[in-house]
């Protein structure tokens, strides 16, 4: 019977069954008027229970009905336990018992499904105790089926139907990100699924379509960029109109003084190597005049003789002073090799207590703690960033208003304080006279101040150079698309000698011929002939076809000539269509033929490389490629063979009748020089103070290797009589080739640019480019066919062939931390 039918049945008859002592009660109570109040407390209580217990089972009804099993359960559960096992309540209490064991199954088949077995078995053991449904079949047959390992997997566990369920709903998640185009997200969710199940092959599914999707869309993006870049070498066909341009009265006046500046002596004393230094017992004079001699012998830096060199003067003050003594009586024992000046001064200095000031003209020894009112002048090498590093407006007076209007011409980056102002903030006093100039070409402070207000601008310079470091990564992305496109439409035609009627003088042969003109069996041996047709008269021979035309540059004519030999030769555009005819008994040949191609050649190259704000970074993905430099001539004999000359059948080798041939040496590699043949990239980035922008140097450069060119020419030699009657039909005008005598050189192409920019943190520009195209055309026809109309065009050959190229650079820059991670203040 159906719980629903069943439960109208068993709540009416319950309803009686409980009325029923109840009904006693009341008749008995006028005959048992002497009991205790005691049997009536209890009959009261059991009413209630029976009561309750009937709220427990319409409850546990509706539970069931829902589908809450566990609710269910726990509801016949109480109605059982308030009904006393009696006469009175049996009914109820079985009705009870058979819910509970129904609910109760159908709770262990939940837990089972949610891989909760020890839960199921304890549910169906509480349902079979004694006392309660240990006859139930439902229950036994469950209780098998949980101790079957074939129909319950015991290595289920809730935990991981938890997992499935949660499985489930991620891939239902993810694959709707996936249909929105979303496939970061949707990528990122598949990888949640597989840090819950890691065998999950739906999710490897769905994240190789999302990746093929993504694939897709670059494929579609490269497409468009290499449209793009060829439209722009299409657009730049288009002439300008020339704007009118005034022109002044007057030229400003040519500064002189910009030309024939000299080098800097602080960069002589860098660049200027003492190959070999030993002094024993040398003062320091003798040591100065050793060097200024040195200094003119080594200086090749400057063409006239007159600034050849570097002065040294030793100022002392007062001779009779005690650091002036002290400084004559040091004696320098010092053994060097290899070494800058600027380091030998700098052991002299250490030795004898004095300090070297590079000036313009000389550099002047002075002993250290010597004080002077006199300006000198040095150059320091400071961090590029100096002047930013301090964070400091222009002028180093008060900050930057970020809402203030921008002057016209005024850069995107924070206006650096002078150098005076920043040196100034350092504590470094400028009395008058003094000044101190930044050169960020190469990062040089140029100072001119006494030398106690030196002392300070080397502790600042020091203290510059331990500051915080910023990383700065940058990526530069060299594309170059090229397209070749070949079309050609041509027709040629062969006519045989044929006589066009009558008897000439000699009986048999006719009075007039006609014919296709000329054999010409070099450009027209392609051209098929009938059966037993022998002549090849062309009548368009002289009509050009194939690479007779379309050409490579010459460099690329001269590595193709290494490769397919030194004189390679013409080849006719292919045939498609071959006709034959019947003309006055002779036969007319016709050949169309027909070529278009179209070639892509797309290169990507992206190196990348992270350094510090203010020092220079290189990248270099190469090869070394060694190829001979220098070659050796080749060696001749005076005479190659007096006697006869055969030729040996079994080696095929040519040899001399009386003494065997002298060898002939060709020229041969002696010196060998090597190349990087790849990507190199050289970076100076520099980090603004608010890390916002970027002044940036780049290097980039691709370098490939295309092949070798041969600058050699074979060595030839009259061949003997004797051989030349054996093989005069293999010889070209009685002539052998000794030896091909290559002479290789390579050939590379190189693309780089050389840029400084400022480009925010994490855009990408555009730094460099390059278009190009070259077009190819010919029109060849035959006189008088080829401007017959219409049929005119089976005698003409015509074909283009467009070749363009565009390169493009595009930097991208992003500053780090030194974690590697994009700084919190941006």
């Known amino acids: 019977m159906p719980i629903s039918d069943r439960y109208h049945f068993v709540t009416s008859r319950a309803g009686l069954l409980a009325m029923a002592p109840l009904t006693c009660l009341l008749l008995a109570q ?18 209630t229970n029976a009561q309750e217990a009937q709220e427990l089972l319409k409850k546990g009804d509706e539970s069931y009905k829902d589908g809450k099993w566990a609710e269910a359960v726990q509801a016949y559960s109480g109605a059982r336990e308030l009904l006393p096992d009696a006469p009175a309540t049996a009914a109820t209490r079985s009705a009870a018992t058979e819910r509970l064991a129904q609910a109760s199954v159908e709770l262990a088949r939940k837990q089972r499904r949610m891989g909760d077995g020890a839960a199921a078995a304890s549910t169906l053991e509480r349902v079979l105790a ?17 101790s079957d390992p074939i129909r319950t997997n015991p290595a289920a566990t809730l935990e991981h139907t938890k997992n499935v369920d949660k499985v489930r709903q991620l891939l239902y998640e993810a694959e709707g990100f996936k249909n929105l185009g979303k496939y970061d997200s949707s990528e990122a969710i598949y990888e949640e699924v597989l840090r819950l199940d890691r065998t999950n092959k739906a999710a490897r599914r769905g994240m190789e379509q999302s990746v093929q999707a993504r694939a897709d869309y670059y494929r579609a993006a490269r497409d468009e960029a290499k449209a793009s870049t060829l439209g722009e070498v299409d657009r730049a066909w288009e002439l300008y109109v020339r704007p009118s341009m005034t022109i002044p009265d007057s030229l400003n006046p040519v500064d002189e003084n910009a030309f024939g500046s000299r080098m800097a002596l602080s960069a002589k004393l860098e660049r200027l190597i003492i190959p070999s230094l030993d002094f024993e017992g040398t003062d320091i004079q003798e040591a100065l005049e050793y060097l200024r001699a040195q200094s003119i012998n080594l200086d090749t830096f400057e063409t006239d003789p007159a600034r050849k060199g570097i002065n040294f003067v030793l100022e002392l003050g007062n001779a009779d002073s005690p650091a002036a003594k002290t400084v004559l009586a040091s004696k320098i024992n010092l053994q060097l090799k290899n070494v800058p000046i600027s380091q030998v001064l700098k052991y002299i200095g250490e030795i004898t207590k004095t300090t070297h000031v590079p000036q313009e003209y000389a550099v002047t020894i002075r002993a250290v703690g010597a004080t002077s009112a006199e300006m000198i002048t ?15 407006a222009a002028g180093g007076e008060g900050t930057i208003d970020p809402f203030a209007e921008r002057k016209e011409g005024e850069g995107l980056l924070r206006t650096k304080a002078s150098a005076t102002t920043r040196l100034k903030e350092l504590g470094v006093q400028f009395p008058e006279g003094a000044r101190a100039d930044f050169t960020p070409a190469n990062s040089s402070l140029r100072v001119t101040n006494t030398i ?52 000439g003088i000699v009986p048999g042969v006719p009075s007039m011929h006609l014919s296709g003109g000329s054999t010409n069996p070099a450009n027209l041996d392609d051209v098929a002939l009938p059966p037993g047709a022998i002549y090849r008269n062309g009548m368009t021979s002289g009509n050009r076809s194939g690479s007779e035309v379309f050409t490579n540059n010459s460099i690329d004519g001269r590595i193709l000539e290494q490769q397919q030999g030194f004189a390679p030769g013409t080849a006719r555009a292919p045939g498609v269509l071959w006709a034959n005819g019947i003309l006055n008994n002779n036969n007319l040949t016709m050949l169309m033929r027909g070529l278009a191609q179209k070639k892509g050649v797309d290169l990507l190259t992206s190196p990348s490389t992270v350094t510090r704000s203010g020092q220079q970074s290189t990248v270099r993905v190469t090869r070394e490629f060694i190829y001979p430099e220098e070659y050796e001539p080749p060696e001749l004999p005076n005479t190659v063979d007096s006697g006869d000359v055969f030729i040996d059948l079994d080696t095929g080798e040519i040899q001399g009748g009386g003494r065997p041939l002298t060898p002939i040496t060709p020229a041969t590699p002696t010196s060998f020089t090597m190349k990087e043949v790849g990507v190199i990239l050289d970076v100076l980035p520099t980090v603004s103070a608010d890390h916002n922008y970027v002044d940036i140097v780049l290097k980039p450069s691709v370098i490939d290797f295309d092949g070798f060119v041969n600058y050699g ?21 009685g002539v052998v080739e000794l030896t091909p005598n290559q002479i290789l050189m390579p050939v590379f192409s190189v693309m780089k640019t050389d840029s400084a920019l400022t480009i925010q943190n994490g855009a990408t520009l555009v ?13 060849d026809k035959t006189q008088l066919f080829g401007d017959l109309p219409l049929v005119g065009r089976m005698f003409r050959n015509e074909g283009y062939q467009p070749v363009r190229t565009a390169i493009i650079f595009l930097v991208t820059v992003k500053v780090l931390d030194p974690t590697g991670e994009i700084p919190s203040d941006n």
């Open 452 to 503: 106690e207000n030196h002392e300070l601008v080397e502790q600042a310079v020091a203290l510059a150079a331990n500051t915080k470091p910023t990383m700065v990564a940058v990526t530069v992305r060299v594309i170059k698309t090229q397209e070749r496109t070949l079309k050609e439409l041509s027709f040629d035609w062969l006519l045989d000698d044929f006589p066009l009627g009558g008897n």
């Open 378 to 392: 040095r150059v320091y090498n400071v961090p590029p960033d100096f002047l930013s590093s301090g964070g400091s």
């Open 30 to 47: 006028p005959l048992a008027a002497q009991h205790s109040s005691l049997a009536q407390a209890e009959l009261q209580r059991r009413a």
């Open 130 to 146: 004694p006392g309660v449904a240990p006859l139930d079949a439902a229950a036994l047959q469950l209780q098998e089926e949980l």
């Open 767 to 779: 730094i460099g480019g390059m278009m190009d195209e070259r077009v190819e055309k010919f029109e």
């Open 713 to 733: 020419s074979p060595i030839t030699s009259p061949a003997p009589a004797s051989l030349t009657s054996v093989i005069g039909a293999a010889l070209s005008g």
